[in-house]
Nanobody, 124 residues
Framework: QVQLVESGGGLVQAGGSLRLSCAAS????????MGWFRQAPGKEREFVAT????????LYANSVKGRFTISRDNAKNTVTLQMNSLKPEDSAVYYC?????????????????WGQGTQVTVSS
C-alpha cells in the first residue's frame, strides 16, 4: 500500500515556475513507477510525466516537453515536478500517481495509487 501527498501548487503568472512535490509512504517506494497527471475543469485527466524506479527512463507529454522536469529521490520517498515557463493552459489539478512496477507508462489506468491533487493556476 502506498499513500501519496502532493504539495507545491499555487497561483503564478504566465512565464513563472512552480515546483510540485509528492511524498510517498511505504518501504518499497523505490520499486514503483511514478507519474504526474493533471485535470482541468471539464476535461479528462491527462498524462504529464512519468519516471522509472531508477530514473533512467522518463517520458513527457508533448505539451510540457522542454518546460517540465520530473525527478525522484528514493532515499526520501519523493518525486518532484519542476515546471518552468508556465502557460495559462497548464492550469489544472495536478495528481501524483504510483504503480507497483518499475516500468514507466503514460496510461493512467495502469496506476494503482493516487494522491489527492494540488491546484496549479497560471494567470495570463
Amino acid at each position: 500500500q502506498v499513500q501519496l501527498v502532493e504539495s507545491g501548487g499555487g497561483l503564478v503568472q504566465a512565464g513563472g515556475s512552480l515546483r510540485l512535490s509528492c511524498a510517498a509512504s511505504g518501504r518499497t517506494f523505490s520499486r514503483y513507477g511514478m507519474g504526474w497527471f493533471r485535470q482541468a475543469p471539464g476535461k479528462e485527466r491527462e498524462f504529464v510525466a512519468t519516471i522509472s524506479w531508477n530514473e533512467i527512463s522518463t517520458l513527457y507529454a508533448n505539451s510540457v516537453k522542454g518546460r517540465f522536469t520530473i525527478s525522484r529521490d528514493n532515499a526520501k520517498n519523493t518525486v518532484t515536478l519542476q515546471m518552468n515557463s508556465l502557460k495559462p493552459e497548464d492550469s489544472a489539478v495536478y495528481y501524483c500517481a504510483a504503480r507497483s512496477t518499475t516500468q514507466t507508462t503514460t496510461d493512467l489506468t495502469r496506476y494503482e495509487y493516487w494522491g489527492q491533487g494540488t491546484q496549479v493556476t497560471v494567470s495570463s
